[in-house]
Each structure stands twice: as C-alpha cells, then as structure tokens.
C-alpha cells in the first residue's frame, strides 16, 4: 500500500526525472494496467457487430459498459477491505484471474444477457486489480507521487489507445476474438506480477467497508467526487455511445478510437502537467470540462465528418480531465489514498454505468442529438461544482495552485 508522503517528496511535482528509472515490479504492474485499460475501450469498434450477431439492439448492448462499471463501482467498497487483509499482491492476482476467466467466458457468449453477465464479473475483477494497482504502484515507484501517477495515467492513456485498436484487429474477424484476446494478455500479466511482484507492506490498520464512505465525508473529496460523476457521464456518452452513431467498421472505428486514445494519453501526460503548472488545477479542469461541453454539442449536431473529430478531440479533453480528478482524488483529503481513491471512484463509476444506458434510450426517447446534450450538460455540471466548490478545493489543495495564483484566486476555476 502507499506510504505518506515525505519531506521533500511533492505529491503533485511535475518534475517527471526519474519516471523511466523503475523497479521491475512497477514495470509489471504499469504493465498489466495498460491491458486491464484496455478491456474499457476494446469493445468499442465491435459494439454493432456484436449486436449483428447476437440480435441485439444498441440499447441492449450498451449494457456490456453499465452491468461492467456498475459492478466496478460497488467493488469499489470490497478493494481496500482485502487488499488490506491479503495484500497487494494477491488482490491483484486475484483481479487478474477473474478477468482473465471472464473475458475468456465472454467470447463464448451465446446471447447478450450472458455477454454481460460475464462482463458483469469482469468488472469484478478490473476492479480489485485496478485500484489496487495505483496503490502498488504509488507506494513502490521511484521519484515520489508525481512520478508514480504520471506512470499510472501513462498506462491508461496507453491502454485505451490500444484497446480500440486490439478490438478493430481481432474483431474483424470474429467480435469473439478481441474478448480472447484479452484474456491471453491478461495471463501474461498475471504471470509478470507473480514472478517480479514481492509483496507490499500492510497498512497498520485494517480498512473496513465503511471507509471509503466516510472518506466522503471531507467536503473536499465529495466535492471532486460530485464534479467527476458528471464528468464520467460525458465521458462515456462518448465512448459508449459514439460508434453506432458513427456507424463504421471495426477498422475504421478502432482507428479513430485509437487517435482519440493517443490524444487522452499525451494530454494526461504531457500537457495537464504543464498547464496546471502555469494555470492551476481547478482553473484547468474547469475550462476543460466547459470545452468538452462544447465539443459534445458540436458532435452531435454536426455532420459525420465532424462527429468523427470531435470525437478525436474529446481525448486530449477527457486526458487532462483524468490527471487532475486523480490527483485532486489522492491529495485533497487526509484519508489514506487507497480509501479516498476507493471512494471516490465508487461515485464516479456509478456515472459511468449510467451512460451506456441512458444514450441510447434518450435517443429512442427523442433523437440522435439529444443523448450528446444532456452529456453537454453534465460537463457543465461537473464545472459548475469545481466553482461553487473551489474555495474548499483550493485550501485542502493549496499545493496543486501555481506559485503566481493569488490567495483569493484569478478567474473563474483558479478558486
């Protein structure tokens, strides 16, 4: 598990020295997150021709993301309650066999109700491995905590690079394959952690199921939470909803999938740093979520050249956005990291369920355009909590602010 921060060791630095200089077990991890991202974006360009083959409608299969996320969420209260009985290690081996069983079952699916059945246990699994990963990752990388969530943002900006791009190769072939695929990578990465993994010092306390509840109860993490439950709602409205507005083939969808991915990971990476170093984090996530709602309205009025590049343009969006949730997440509370991550992303994942669900029935509810505005407007939503909630964000965050920002704060999201 993370150790506290120590002197000298800047949680939110963006020094990035040192990021590449890692021992081989966060190599491993760092590793197998990259495939465990994946699995998110990997149904992406498939999702018409799974419902070809399995006859089912959009709305029925969009709900391979919700039952997925919304088990993910309610995991989220189990992660740290075995992690800190087991430990790291097997949490994550742990994770890694449920996925890989599961993902395997799901490229045998006959129907669609199995297919998210199965996906449903998947969720499981990516659960229990990724949030204990950031943990392990945290409290074993070299360089300190910038240089540990650079790694970890690197890993899924990667892997939802590649995971559309896995699904449109193999997916052209059979939708089954991509799960297949999956579930082989996965064994590797189980594999990995097993021979490089030692494991990780427990926490002195035991975390109880209740914790990462009452971790909600800092104003500032409910308030990040608040914001990011709107944000993922956007979030993935477009990744779930977008290809069968699209209407491509696999290849052609893995490839604009696979740009918007490589735009999420260079701007996580890349160029959040940079701009919160200048601006601020509140100011940078709040203008960002107010561009993305921008770039949903346009995506969805828009014809289909300008869906495909809104829809390329909304990664660097949702990059930048994932780096300053994550570390306004760990660093804005004194809840331990595990805890105020787990609870945190039970919130927001709850979004995350709900989108794949609701787009498809506001669209037979209405029209096509409708789904991308009420994704526009929990953007705005999400920003408009950063606002009325930044003087809170800002004194419990006060390290994420730039040397240059005044006390009562610049413009509207430096707070």
């Known amino acids: 598990m993370p150790s506290e921060a120590l002197p000298g060791d800047d949680p939110f630095g963006r020094e990035p020295a040192g990021i590449l200089r890692q021992p081989k077990a966060v190599w491993a991890t760092a590793g197998a997150s ?3 991202f994946m699995g998110i974006g990997l149904v992406d360009p498939i999702l018409p021709s799974i419902a070809k083959g399995l006859e089912a409608t959009p709305s029925q299969v969009s709900l391979l993301f919700t039952s997925y996320f919304l088990i993910t969420a309610v995991a989220m209260l189990v992660t740290g309650f075995v992690s800190s009985r087991i430990g790291g290690r097997r949490t994550l081996l742990a ?3 449920l996925v890989v069983v599961f ?8 129907s669609v109700a199995e297919l998210v059945g199965f996906r449903a246990g998947w969720g499981l699994g990516n659960a229990l491995f990724v949030s204990t990963a950031l943990a392990v990752i945290v409290g074993a990388a070299a360089g300190g905590s910038s240089a540990a969530i650079l790694l970890y943002e690197s890993a899924l900006g990667l892997g939802m690079a590649c995971g559309p791009l896995l699904g449109a190769l193999l997916g052209d072939a ?3 394959y991509p799960f297949f695929g999956t579930a082989a990578l996965m064994a590797v990465g189980f594999l990995c952690i097993t021979a490089f993994l030692k494991e990780q010092p427990r926490p002195a306390r035991r975390t109880s199921l209740l914790d990462p509840l009452r971790a909600l109860g800092h ?8 914001s990011a439950f709107f944000y993922n709602y956007a979030f993935f409205t477009i990744l779930a909803f977008t290809p069968f507005v699209l209407d491509m083939t696999p290849y052609r969808s893995g490839a604009v999938f696979f740009a918007w991915g490589l735009l999420l990971a260079v701007f996580s990476v890349l160029v959040a ?3 919160q170093k200048r601006f601020g984090s509140l100011r940078v996530l709040g203008t960002s979520l107010v561009l993305l709602a921008a770039d949903l309205l346009v ?3 828009g014809g289909h050249t300008a869906a495909i590049v809104c829809t390329v343009v909304s990664g660097a969006l949702i990059g930048m956005n994932n780096t300053v949730y994550t570390e306004l997440a760990l660093g804005v509370s004194d809840a331990p990291r595990p805890v105020a991550s787990a609870g945190y ?5 709850f979004a995350a369920a709900a989108a794949p669900y609701l787009a498809p029935k506001i669209e037979e509810w209405s029209d096509v355009h409708a789904p991308f505005v009420v994704a526009a407007v929990a953007a705005v939503l999400g920003a408009v909590v950063v606002w009325i909630r930044r003087s809170a964000l800002t004194h419990e965050a006060r390290e994420l602010e730039p040397k240059h920002a005044t006390e009562d704060g610049v413009g509207v999201f430096a707070g």
């Open 34 to 36: 990259v495939v465990a």
């Open 95 to 97: 994770g890694l066999a």
């Open 103 to 110: 993902a395997g079952l799901s490229g045998t699916s006959s």
């Open 174 to 176: 059979s939708w089954r």
């Open 219 to 226: 104003g500032g993490l409910a308030s990040v939470a608040a």
């Open 273 to 275: 740093p940079r701009l």
């Open 299 to 301: 995506l969805g009025y």
């Open 345 to 349: 992303n039970f919130v927001r994942w």
